[in-house]
């Protein structure tokens, strides 16, 4: 059995959303047990539901809380989720909460696997090409990377690719600000050269940022904070793009006839950029699985998240992940 433990209380939609999602979650999943923490008022609608635990915790950490002092509230849900994970050898955490909090407690409590230099939070994007993904790492667990890390992170990022999405060999590139070779900072510099010479990645080279949403990377290496504004600036752009198309149709009754006949292809385009359906960012790199689902999750994003983890533990990501560090 697969045993996970869940932040019933993080995220902005709160237990309305996690309780949505942990539902479907049970009724799909019969081979998986669910430790819910959070405040006993909401979370004893699950008394005796099958596959799970309940776990009271009594305050919720907001979500632009200082991350040193989150560690010190042992009874907020995140770190009773902490304290039940570590105690108990369970298999991996999810929580839509702070990120700061969630990647701090990861690093000080679960701790890194012993070789790994930074730990990478990754997650998949989708792109032009149907159901294919491109995963990015790292997104915003380091602020400052050297060159080493970011070939560590390639072979952290191969890995997953391989176990998510099957595939044996996938493409590796580096974000960069031009195609050749001799662009960017040093460490990018630095970083095309180990990993173009290492027979074990199959590198691509640099990639732009305009461009990872073509689909043509399988993997995606970058320092955190390039990574962070990469995601948010992906994230926006979606968002706005949406704005104007549903402002577009809706102005006069030409556009509104005009959007009835091209309903199912607006749909479709929205499923495919859809990041509800990816399942949130794994932080690799540390002893167990943690997963940080998206602050604004609805039922539906925290499910994937679920989901997510779940596969993730049965394909064994993180001894996988400590074998190929030795």
């Known amino acids: 059995m697969i045993n996970l433990v869940i932040d019933m209380m993080g995220g902005d939609n709160g237990f309305k959303a996690t309780s949505e999602a942990v539902k479907q979650f049970l009724k799909e999943n019969d081979d998986a047990v669910l430790t819910l923490v959070g405040n006993k008022k909401n979370i004893d609608e699950f008394n005796g539901y099958k596959n799970t635990r309940l776990v009271y915790s009594e ?93 560590q992170f390639a072979k952290l990022g191969k890995i997953y690719y391989s176990l998510v999405y099957k595939v044996e060999n996938p493409s590796i590139y580096q974000l960069n600000n031009g195609t050749e070779e001799e662009k960017g900072r040093d460490i990018n510099k630095e970083a095309f050269q180990i990993l173009k010479n290492d027979d074990s990645l199959n590198f691509g080279g640099n990639i732009e940022a305009r461009d990872v949403l073509k689909g043509t990377a399988d993997v995606v290496v970058t320092d955190g904070f390039s990574g962070n504004i990469f995601l948010k600036a992906t994230e926006g752009g979606v968002k706005a793009m949406s704005t104007l198309l549903k402002e577009a149709f809706m102005k006069n009754l030409g556009t509104k006839i005009c959007y009835l006949l091209l309903r199912k292809q607006i749909k479709e385009m929205k499923n495919k950029m859809d990041y509800k359906s990816v399942g949130g960012a794994m932080l690799l790199g540390v002893n167990k699985i943690v997963v940080k689902a998206h602050g604004s999750s609805d039922a539906k994003a925290f499910l994937s998240a679920l989901n997510l983890s779940k596969k993730l533990a049965k394909d064994n990501i993180v001894e996988k992940i400590k074998g190929e560090i030795k």
């Open 59 to 151: 305050t919720l950490l907001s979500m632009d809380v200082d991350p040193i002092k989150a560690l010190k509230d042992d009874k907020s849900s995140l770190m009773v989720a902490i304290k039940e994970l570590l105690n108990n050898n369970f298999d991996g955490i999810i929580s839509a909460g702070s990120t700061g909090a969630l990647l701090t407690a990861a690093i000080f409590k679960v701790k890194r696997i012993e070789g790994i230099k930074r730990p990478g939070l990754i997650t998949s994007f989708p792109t032009l090409l149907g159901d294919k993904k491109t995963v990015v790492i790292d997104l915003g667990a380091n602020l400052v990377n050297t060159s080493e890390e970011l070939v």
